[in-house]
């Protein structure tokens, strides 16, 4: 390689990159011994040069001066304890496959020195539930993200399993008119919230059980008061019925509970020395009756008597 600047820089570039961080660290010598392999003759001036050009251009180098400096760089895009977080959420996502998981980790490790890499190579240890084996999700996601910023109407087929579970697409094969609106992520799914033409209402499906997802010439349906975080709070657990306004006896050591299942703004008054009333809007459904079941007590509806009938009849169900 010839003596040209632009390659001496970039070489220089990716050698503090690559091979140093807090830890570790590059001399004067280690940068015209790395040169020298690419076929670069210089000097130790322009190491000097070279490095300042490159803090010019915003590169946090940091230099220790001795008989021999010492270089490297100090912050970065994503620190490492940033990305041993995203490399821990790839890495215990039930969304992504193995074969995906190992792809974006080592794509992270890029982020880094070469040493702070290796310690990205660590377990995650899972709750139990298996990775996919389909990485058709992925590009379903961004399909819709681009018909959500667009608003663009889509359409899509929709499987679910034999007892022997094997895919089978629903309606024989249907084609479901959609306008989404947005992708909602609860229990390690995606869903896709919004305008349903076949069932004339809003509705969700997950994403993960759509397939040959198309645009549509369909006219987008928008709806200007949807809002996300309502339905999220509204349709409890992801299943889609008309919210009611449920009244919850609660122990005082539940409002932790109450707060991060319905937010600071929930509506709560003290009832006594022991209990607070909290009133929230919910879909009466089974996943929020067996939410309530979980506190043993602690938390208990009072009403309306729909809301009440309901979670006794499931109670009875679950005791016969």
């Known amino acids: 390689m010839q003596n040209d600047p632009r390659s001496r820089i970039l070489l220089l570039l990716q050698l503090l990159l690559k091979q140093t961080d807090e830890h570790h660290y590059a001399t004067g010598a280690d940068i015209l011994r790395f040169w020298e392999t690419h076929g670069i003759q210089t000097t130790r001036k322009n190491v000097y040069s070279d490095i300042q050009l490159l ?61 702070n890499a290796a310690l990205l190579n ?4 899972m709750d ?20 959500i910023h667009k608003q663009r109407a889509i ?19 249907y084609r479901y008119g959609f306008s989404p609106y947005v992708l909602i992520w609860s229990r390690d799914f995606y869903y896709a919230v919004g305008w349903s033409e076949k069932h004339g209402k809003l509705a969700q499906f997950r994403v993960d059980r759509m397939t040959a997802i198309q645009d549509s010439d369909a006219p987008y349906i ?53 209990h607070f009333r909290a009133t929230v809007d919910v879909a ?16 208990r509806i009072e009403g309306p008597g729909e809301a009440l009938a309901k979670m006794r009849d499931m109670a009875s169900w679950l005791h016969t």
């Open 155 to 173: 359409s899509f087929q929709y499987f679910e399993y034999t007892p022997k579970k094997e895919k089978v697409l629903k309606h024989k094969g």
């Open 128 to 147: 139990g539930t298996a990775k996919p084996d389909n990485e058709a999700v992925y590009y379903a996601i961004d399909a819709i993200q681009t018909a």
């Open 222 to 274: 928008a709806d200007p008061s949807f809002d996300p975080a309502s339905y999220i709070r509204e349709i409890f657990g992801m299943y889609h019925d008309m919210p009611q306004r449920v009244t919850l006896l609660c122990e005082n050591r539940t409002m932790r509970n109450i707060i991060d299942h319905f937010g600071e703004d929930v509506d709560t008054e003290v009832v006594d020395a022991n």
């Open 284 to 299: 009466p459904t089974p996943p929020f009756f067996s939410w309530v079941f979980t506190f043993g007590g602690a938390i």
């Open 55 to 115: 803090m010019d251009f915003g590169l946090d180098v940091i230099c220790i001066k001795s008989t021999q400096n010492r270089y490297s760089v100090g912050s970065r895009l994503l620190e490492l304890p940033e990305l041993k977080l995203l490399v821990d959420a790839v890495e215990s996502s039930h969304l992504i496959t193995e074969k995906k998981s190992t792809a974006l980790i080592e794509k992270l490790g890029h982020l880094t020195s070469r040493h």
């Open 122 to 125: 660590r377990p995650v240890y």
